[in-house]
């Protein structure tokens, strides 16, 4: 039997995004591509039209 607490499994799915973005900018940067800034606030504000009223 294995016991994880709710912090643990919360902590890992608010963070596990992240070491997702950082293999993608890895690869790209490998292949001479410039990563795009992949930050949620960059991304509110080019796709979702998020910024001042």
Do not use: C, K, N
């Amino acid at each position: 039997m294995y016991q994880v607490r709710v912090e643990t499994i919360l902590t890992q799915i608010a963070h596990h995004g992240t070491d997702h973005r950082s293999q993608i900018v890895g690869t790209l940067s490998q292949h001479g591509v410039e990563a795009p800034s992949l930050d949620a606030w960059t991304f509110g504000i080019a796709v979702l039209g998020d910024g001042p009223v």
